[in-house]
């Protein structure tokens, strides 16, 4: 009986530790398609912007007629799945707050365009490069972060991609 005993713990043990070498490779295979996922979304995210690159401000505007800066974020996220609030400061508090020397593609970057409120949002592209809706008169276009125009008035970056939407305090300038 004591022989039985100690396959039966043995066979347990094994089963235990199978398991937790199961689980642990699930979770890095999950973890590497979420990864695969988030970086497919950017790309898409940033190409759907890129294809409305030309079109007109339109204060209010949120499709054919043109976008105003909130509603181009809205639309583009629209077409890619995700759902944002509309205005631009309920999109700057409804995402996790990054710094932004964390900004990736397919991330917003903020601005305080009229007086101290965010007022202004565009699509984090690459390296120092934004998409947005400008002002009217204006069409969708690039703009450079680095600029002292938008990098005296940058107010914060958030992410809506691959987050649990936990928020942590962020938005302070550029690191050098």
């Given amino acids: 009986m004591g022989i ?11 089963h235990l530790a199978a398991f937790i070498a199961f689980a642990t490779l699930a979770s890095l295979c999950t973890a590497g398609a979420f990864a695969s996922d988030a970086a497919g979304l950017r790309s898409r995210i940033t190409d759907t912007a890129k294809k409305h ?6 204060y209010g505007g949120v499709g054919r007629s043109g976008f105003d800066c909130s509603g181009f974020v809205q639309h583009v996220f629209h ?18 707050k990054i710094e932004l020397y964390d900004v990736q593609p397919g991330d917003l970057v903020f ?14 592209v690459a390296q120092t490069t934004f998409i947005h ?8 276009s690039f703009a450079d972060m680095n600029l002292e125009y938008w990098k005296k008035r940058f107010a914060g970056a958030v992410t809506y ?10 938005g302070a300038p550029e690191k050098k």
């Fill in 4 to 14: 039985s005993l100690k396959k039966d713990k043995l066979r347990k043990t094994f």
């Fill in 161 to 170: 991609i691959g987050q649990d939407r936990n928020r942590t305090p962020a």
């Fill in 53 to 58: 690159l030309g079109a007109r401000y339109n």
């Fill in 133 to 140: 809706a400008p002002s009217s008169g204006k069409r969708v």
């Fill in 111 to 124: 601005f305080r365009i009229c007086g101290g409120r965010i007022s202004h949002v565009g699509i984090f």
């Fill in 79 to 96: 077409e890619n799945g995700i759902e944002l609030p509309r205005s631009t400061p309920d999109q700057f508090a409804g995402g996790k």
